[in-house]
């Protein structure tokens, strides 16, 4: 019985039962029938009847007619309950043979198989916690796809401009100069930010990154962000960064660090996108959430793109975010880590004329 499969083991259970019913049945039978019988015909003579001369053929009579229906009743008794079984354990087995089908084309790479629905309510809640299984599976593979494709895409032109100076700088068809130097210092820069932001996002996409929340305030963190940023736009035609900052703000429960991050990232693109004009960072409460949000007068982003601002890699212009340094995956990162604290993060944004980025944190209670 241990290495038999579970159609097996149900068939043989059924029979057993069945088996065990139909014994009792004729030991029972066996035993008490003919004692009824008797009592029956003591009944009889009790009310004048003699039967006394024809009392033993009655009960050789009655004990051969019962043994041929008992033993008629096991025959089509047996066979019926064997066919029920046999069917039973057929419509049980089948959805999992299916399923065991199913895991093995997942395991091969058919991502795409589905348990179909069974009419038994627990194999069926089984297949269809496996369908979403193998929903989440597909959805990991084709992000690990995406992620494949999209980095060596990111990784191609840094790797391109590096080795095509350095082949010109071995040959010497290009001479050496600290313009070139500094050039392959900053794509070799871009290929480190790159490759240390893929693997933060990874860790939080895969929830191994941990998130200390502690009540804080943000206006000491914000104040020190926009003291640093001030610093880098001194030029008479760079934007101008102020706050807004309501006094009866809340402490908020979140990360530091994180925080931090995030607020680096949404300023970083700010001043990236707006030459000049106004940057303004407003912060507010609002129910249960305190709320940052970071607008620009700047280039904006086309209405079709909106949707999109939040992928990894994405841009409404590759050349141009290259040119000026990006990874493509900051707002990516930090839409995850808003995520990781309980919040959420949106955007409003109109083509030439600027965008506001904004994200909730929990109130301290």
Same mark, same amino acid.
């Given at each position: ?12 259970? #059924? ?40 009392? @033993? ?31 039973? $354990? ?34 069926? #809640? ?26 060596? #895409? ?5 790797? @391109? ?14 001479? $050496? ?57 001194? $030029? ?12 009866? @703000? ?7 660090? *994180? ?48 949707? #999109?601002?939040?992928? *990894? ?53």
């Amino acid at each position: 019985m241990a290495k038999l499969g579970l159609r097996s083991r149900l068939f043989c259970s #059924h029979l057993l039962v069945m088996i065990v019913g139909l014994f009792t049945l004729v030991v029972i039978g066996k035993v008490s029938s003919p004692r009824f019988f008797i009592v029956y015909l003591q009944r009889i003579e009790v009310d004048g009847y003699s039967i006394s001369q024809v009392k @033993t053929r009655l009960m050789r009579g009655f004990e051969s007619a019962w043994s041929r229906g008992a033993l008629w009743s096991l025959a089509v008794g047996a066979t019926t309950a064997g066919g029920l079984s046999y069917l039973l $354990s057929q419509r049980i087995v089948r959805p999992l043979i299916q399923m065991e089908t199913i895991t093995q084309k997942l395991s091969s790479g058919q991502l795409d198989e589905r348990v179909p629905p069974s009419e038994i309510p627990e194999l069926n #809640h089984l297949g269809a916690g496996f369908n979403q299984m193998a929903a989440t599976l597909e959805g990991v593979e084709q992000r690990r796809r995406e992620l494949v494709s999209d980095l060596t #895409h990111e990784l191609r032109t840094p790797l @391109t401009i590096l080795d095509g100076y350095l082949e010109g700088l071995s040959d010497g068809t290009i001479e $050496s100069s600290p313009e070139i130097y500094d050039l392959l210092t900053r794509e070799t820069k871009r290929i480190r930010r790159l490759v240390d932001d893929m693997q933060e996002l990874s860790k939080m996409e895969a929830g191994y990154l941990p998130i200390n929340a502690k009540s804080m305030p943000l206006h000491p963190l914000l104040e020190a962000l926009l003291q640093k940023f001030s610093e880098q736009l001194l $030029s008479y035609d760079s934007p101008v960064l102020d706050m807004d900052y309501e006094p009866d @703000t809340p402490d908020v429960i979140a990360d530091p660090a *994180r925080v931090e991050q995030i607020l680096v990232n949404l300023i970083g693109n700010a001043i990236r996108y707006t030459p000049s004009g106004f940057i303004k960072v407003r912060v507010w409460n609002e129910h249960h959430w305190v709320w940052v949000a970071v607008a620009d007068t700047g280039m904006g982003i086309a209405g079709d793109d909106l949707p #999109h601002v939040f992928e *990894r890699f994405w841009r409404a212009d590759r050349s141009r975010d290259r040119h000026s340094g990006g990874t493509g995956i900051g707002l990516a990162i930090s839409k995850r880590l808003v995520e990781l604290q309980g919040g959420t993060i949106m955007v409003q944004s109109e083509l030439n004329k600027g965008s506001t980025f904004r994200f909730s944190l929990p109130i301290a209670r």
